[in-house]
């Protein structure tokens, strides 16, 4: 067994359903072969910053934070999240309100969700939003529900709940994004450091595969480190949230998969919202 073999991978991925859904059996050592995982729990606007800085081996981070770690970090062509009709939502108190000019809580200003709302909002609103306003997205509810913000822009499990909080859904960011590409929504991704090398990278993207193809195979095996990490969530609204975002595109990108990346990345630069990304940033290894 060679040196890069034994070496243990130091990775971060948040406590969601889908993440921990897709990397139970690698992370419990069930992969034959499959580099061993040290692995750290954080929200997604965490591991951005951590990508950003090259501190940990394997990421799960944003898709819009990319044109700033790619050159550090290499897309992985599976484990991410993408998907259709689970897009962010917009959240407002009343059922019809104009945002121009209002507060909108977001859950992180480097996020896809905050992509595809100033794509959305560049799209199809009259003229600017107000203030943005940045905090932890099991926060953003309660204050739209409070008035303390306007609107608020969800994620996740949200889909699901905000009916709880007697809030009406202003406007579906994914579904605006799929009528005007046709693509599937880019939410998620998996990075490796370029630095581990093609091998030890072309064996943790098959280990991923192999974790995701095990966690479908027997669902079972996978729920107690689901539920132990779901923060309290409903096991009912667990299993819908790993529906919307483990699927087809978690296996393997595909042709949609790298077209939809590659449509956000290039929209978004064009809105002056990211740096442009280069032509071959997103090849494996």
Not at 126 to 137: A, K, L, N, R
């Amino acid at each position: 067994m060679t040196t890069s073999e034994q070496r243990t991978l130091r990775t971060a991925y948040s406590p969601c359903p889908n993440d921990t859904f897709v990397f139970d059996a690698l992370a419990h050592g069930r992969v034959p072969g499959a580099p061993a995982l040290d692995v750290t729990f954080a929200d997604i606007d965490i591991t951005n910053g951590m990508a950003e800085r090259g501190e940990f081996d394997v990421l799960k981070v944003s898709y819009a934070v990319l044109p700033y770690v790619l050159r550090e970090y290499a897309l992985l062509p599976c484990g991410g999240a993408l998907g259709r009709g689970c897009g962010p939502l917009v959240l407002t108190r009343e059922a019809e309100v104009d945002l121009v000019g209002r507060t909108v809580a977001v859950p992180s200003e480097k996020s896809t969700a905050y992509l595809l709302f100033r794509l959305w909002a560049a799209d199809t609103l009259p003229g600017p939003v107000g203030e943005i306003v940045v905090m932890p997205f099991h926060e953003i509810m309660p204050a739209v529900r409070d008035g303390k913000v306007d609107a608020g822009l969800v994620i996740h499990e949200a889909r699901f709940t905000y009916q709880n909080y007697g809030l009406h859904k202003l406007a579906d960011m994914g579904e605006h994004w799929e009528r005007t590409t046709g693509l599937p929504i880019p939410l998620g991704a998996i990075i490796a450091k370029r630095s581990l090398g093609a091998e030890t990278l072309g064996r943790l993207a098959d280990a991923v595969r192999a974790s995701v193809r095990a966690a479908w195979d027997d669902p079972e095996a996978s729920r107690p480190y689901v539920m132990a990490h779901a923060q309290e969530m409903d096991p009912a609204v667990a299993d819908q949230h790993i529906g919307l975002y483990v699927n087809e595109f978690t296996a393997d990108l595909g042709e949609d998969g790298y077209a939809a990346v590659r449509g956000l990345l290039t929209r978004a630069a064009a809105e002056g919202l990211l740096p442009p990304l280069g032509r071959d940033a997103l090849a494996f290894p």
